[in-house]
């Protein structure tokens, strides 16, 4: 089966711009979850879909960040404006249970 | 918070050699245990997963250990091999647990290991 995808794979704006982050979950996988490493730092969770449901956004930074996941099939990210502690590579994850989480390649976003 | 201690962070082994990272969860609760290896440039990549009923699991050359009592875990591979170089990445989740915190995964820092030929 496909694993999970991300787009792009690297992103460089400046600070004050927006940028939109794609995400499509492995086929069937109804667990979607969103996480950033900042760099020398651990990898931390942002925000769990159930489907199109948000279950838990208890991560997400602040209001810059929204996410969706319009009809329960890929998920995106804004960012909008972002600043420069923005930056990091985000990750998405897909579960079909909700306990082993598959991981995508992770976009690099670079705020300049 | 709820927070995951990874030790080392850097590791140096000889080829053939044994490598050990372990890991302290802070959340009683938490009852999955996941190792991701993250190759350079690469997806993190789930090789090996251990539940809180469980108290060893193996697979190859690759183990983990739990100790629910002292809330740690522990990642063995043996007869290292170049391509085990890669940072390793413990984590801890409340899987299955009350609404709002399903799955969502508590990593450590990531441990560098580098095995010389």
């Known amino acids: 089966e496909a694993g999970v995808t991300q787009f792009p794979s690297h992103s460089v704006i400046e600070k004050g711009q927006t940028v939109t982050l794609r995400c499509d979950p492995i086929?069937?996988?109804?667990?979607l979850y969103w996480y950033r490493r900042v760099m020398g730092k651990e990898i931390k969770f942002l925000l769990h879909?159930?489907?199109?449901?948000?279950?838990?956004e208890s991560g997400m930074p602040n209001n810059r960040f929204l996410a969706e996941r319009t009809g329960g099939t890929y998920s995106t990210l804004k960012v909008q404006p972002a600043e420069l502690e923005d930056s990091g590579v985000y990750f998405c994850?897909?579960?079909?249970?909700?306990?082993?989480?598959?991981f995508g390649p992770g976009t690099r976003l670079t705020v300049t | 918070g709820e927070n995951v201690e990874q030790h080392p962070s850097t590791l140096s082994v000889q080829e053939g050699d044994s490598a050990v990272i372990k890991c302290t969860y802070s959340?009683?609760?938490?009852?999955?245990f996941p190792w991701y290896k993250q190759e350079l440039g690469k997806r993190p990549q789930l090789i090996i997963d251990?539940?809180?009923?469980?108290g060893e699991k193996k697979d190859q050359r690759i183990a983990v250990t739990l100790n629910k009592t002292a809330k740690h875990f522990s990642l063995h591979i043996t007869e290292t091999q170049p391509e085990d170089s890669a940072v390793y990445f413990c984590?801890?989740?409340?899987?299955?647990?009350?609404?709002?915190?399903?799955?969502?995964?508590?990593f450590g820092k990531g441990t560098k290991l580098s095995v010389k030929p």
């Open positions: 994850a897909s579960s079909r249970t909700g306990t082993e989480q598959y």
């Open positions: 086929s069937g996988h109804d667990n």
């Open positions: 879909f159930v489907k199109e449901s948000k279950q838990d």
């Open positions: 959340d009683s609760a938490s009852n999955y």
């Open positions: 251990i539940r809180s009923n469980v």
């Open positions: 984590a801890a989740s409340r899987s299955g647990g009350r609404r709002g915190s399903q799955g969502n995964l508590i």
